[in-house]
């Protein structure tokens, strides 16, 4: 089994940055692709972007490229998603998602095998 703990989300305003970490633990974290997902209040989940297990390749969605940056950590078992510019329709709560195999691809939600419990984020304009 394999635990994930997100943390960093908070209350900022437009064209603020805001950096979330997801802790994971039970498993050898590089063996694991690792992403951030999002819902806002009546859509659907969405991806955000995906890091691969060495993290050397990185999708993004669209309306996050070029303001998000997905990293990880493999010594602290860690992933990081940087948000700068964020803009109110950023606002959601935040999952991190964990997958057993290594894509060539960005993550979708069929792939997850573990999520964690989200954190909030709430851009204010």
């Known amino acids: 089994q394999v635990q994930l703990v997100e943390s960093g989300g908070g209350l900022v305003q437009a064209g603020d940055s805001l950096r979330l970490s997801c802790a994971v633990s039970?498993?050898?974290?590089?063996?694991?692709?690792m992403g951030w997902f999002r819902q806002a209040p009546g859509k659907e989940r969405e991806f955000v972007c995906s890091i691969s297990r060495s993290g050397g390749r990185t999708y993004y969605a669209e309306s996050v490229s070029g303001r998000f940056t997905i990293s990880r950590d493999n010594a602290k078992n860690t992933v990081y998603l940087q948000m700068n510019s964020l803009k109110p329709e950023d606002t959601a709560v935040y999952y991190c998602?964990?997958?057993?195999?290594?894509?060539?691809?960005?993550?979708?939600?069929?792939?997850?095998?573990?999520w964690g419990q989200g954190t909030q984020v709430t851009v204010s304009s």
């Open positions: 998602a964990a997958h057993i195999l290594d894509y060539y691809r960005a993550m979708t939600r069929n792939d997850v095998d573990y």
């Open positions: 039970g498993r050898t974290f590089s063996n694991y692709a």
